[in-house]
Structures are given as structure tokens and as C-alpha cells.
């Protein structure tokens, strides 16, 4: 079982950055992949990027390649994503969330989540 605990969100400018941390905790984190989904107010919860258990491959939704990375450090049993170039249309509670080996997309396939951390870009 892992435990996630997002945090480094908050309110941004737009055009500005903002780096979320995804910790884990927990056994074997580095069999896990990892993935960052986001649900804005009203909407369905959103595939943002997703990482494969070694870091080698990663995966993004299309309105946030160029801007946003997705990291990991198994040592320190984190995911991070960076943000850059925020736009307003980002704002949404971002989470966290872990499936055993396989890197996938859909939401429903994650088995473990974190609480969110809102983020908040002001146009």
C-alpha cells in the first residue's frame, strides 16, 4: 500500500511556474508508476503527465506538453511536476496518484491517490 501527500501549490500569475511534489510513503515506491491528474470545478478529473516506474518514459496530455516535466526520484520516494507557463485555464486541484508497474492514462486504473493541492493561475 502507498500513502501520497501532495504539496507546492498555491496562487501564480499567469505565464508564471509552480513545482507540485508528490511524497510517498510506504513499501517499494519504485515499482510503482506515477501519475499527475487534475479536476477543475465542474469538470471531470483530466490525464495531466504520467511517469513509468524507472523514469524512463514519460507521457503528457497535449495542452501541457512544452510546459509542463514530470520527474521522479525513487531515493527520496517522490514525484514531482513542474510547472511553467501557467495559464488560467490550469487552475484546478491537482493529484497524485500510483498503479502498480504499468504507466497508464485513464484515471480509473490508479489505485492510489493523494488529497490534491489546489493551484491557482490569476489571468
Known amino acids: 500500500q502507498v500513502q501520497l501527500v501532495e504539496s507546492g501549490g498555491g496562487l501564480v500569475q499567469a505565464g508564471g511556474s509552480l513545482r507540485l511534489s508528490c511524497a510517498a510513503s510506504g513499501r517499494a515506491f519504485s515499482h510503482y508508476a506515477m501519475g499527475w491528474f487534475r479536476q477543475a470545478p465542474g469538470k471531470e478529473r483530466e490525464f495531466v503527465a504520467a511517469?513509468?516506474?524507472?523514469?524512463?518514459?514519460?507521457y503528457y496530455a497535449d495542452f501541457v506538453k512544452g510546459r509542463f516535466t514530470i520527474s521522479r526520484d525513487n531515493a527520496k520516494s517522490t514525484v514531482y511536476l513542474q510547472m511553467n507557463s501557467l495559464k488560467p485555464e490550469d487552475t484546478a486541484v491537482y493529484y497524485c496518484?500510483?498503479?502498480?508497474?504499468?504507466?497508464?492514462?485513464?484515471?480509473?486504473?490508479?489505485?492510489?491517490w493523494g488529497q490534491g493541492t489546489q493551484v491557482t493561475v490569476s489571468s
Open positions: 511517469i513509468s516506474w524507472s523514469g524512463d518514459s514519460t
Open positions: 496518484a500510483a498503479r502498480w508497474w504499468t504507466t497508464v492514462m485513464n484515471p480509473n486504473e490508479y489505485r492510489y
